[in-house]
């Protein structure tokens, strides 16, 4: 059981910094290509959206590296 939870965390903590990287760089991608015009907060374009890539992509990554730390847990008996 304690072990499940540190592979979930391990997990959760890896996959969110490569989830907010990823959102980041396509964040910026459509934000400076498709929507230069939005605004989010105070910010505009590219880094408008940009912040919003960071925090989605953070917050699905995260959850989807949980995930996997469990079922990595459960399916080997790590």
Same mark, same amino acid.
């Given at each position: 059981?304690?072990?499940?939870?540190?592979?979930?965390?391990?997990?959760?903590? /890896?996959?969110?910094?490569? &989830?907010?990287? *990823? #959102?980041? !760089? %396509? $964040?910026?991608?459509? @934000?400076?290509?498709?929507?230069?015009?939005?605004?989010?907060?105070?910010?505009?374009?590219?880094?408008?959206?940009?912040? /919003?890539?960071?925090?989605? &992509?953070?917050? *699905? #990554?995260? !959850? %989807? $590296?949980?995930?996997? @730390?469990?079922?990595?847990?459960?399916?080997?008996?790590?």
């Amino acid at each position: 059981m304690k072990r499940r939870i540190i592979y979930g965390g391990v997990g959760a903590v /890896i996959f969110l910094l490569i &989830g907010a990287f *990823i #959102g980041f !760089l %396509l $964040g910026t991608y459509i @934000g400076g290509n498709y929507y230069p015009e939005f605004v989010f907060l105070t910010w505009k374009g590219y880094e408008a959206v940009g912040w /919003i890539g960071i925090i989605l &992509g953070g917050i *699905i #990554g995260g !959850l %989807l $590296g949980y995930g996997l @730390g469990i079922r990595m847990t459960n399916r080997w008996g790590i």
